[in-house]
């Protein structure tokens, strides 16, 4: 017998493979040294555009990060939780993160 969960906690996470975990892990990357070399620009001093330009292609490589790691999560994640009698938990916990990149 499983103990009780608090209340708030975390359901279990399902073992549900990523076949572009790799590719994740690049484009993380990418996104690090995109941010760091924000900071070497602020620190050099250059042209504001310049920094907000870069900046926007940040957020936008994130929210493509984003989007991806969604996807994975309800074709895996929510998948597995419908299917063993947890669906509505989890489509709402899904449908709280997408208001948050709604707004």
Request: aromatic share 2%; proline share 5%.
């Amino acid at each position: 017998m499983r103990p009780a969960s608090a209340p708030g906690a975390r359901p279990p996470h399902p073992l549900v493979a990523r076949a572009d975990d790799g590719a994740l892990a690049k484009r993380l990357n990418r996104i690090e040294g995109q941010v760091r070399g924000i900071g070497r620009m602020i620190d050099e001093d250059r042209y504001c555009i310049d920094i907000l330009t870069q900046v926007s292609a940040v957020q936008s490589a994130l929210d493509a990060l984003a989007l991806q790691l969604l996807e994975h999560h309800l074709h895996g994640c929510v998948r597995h939780a419908v299917k063993s009698g947890d669906g509505d938990r989890a489509i709402a916990e899904a449908l709280e993160v997408i208001r948050k990149f709604a707004r």
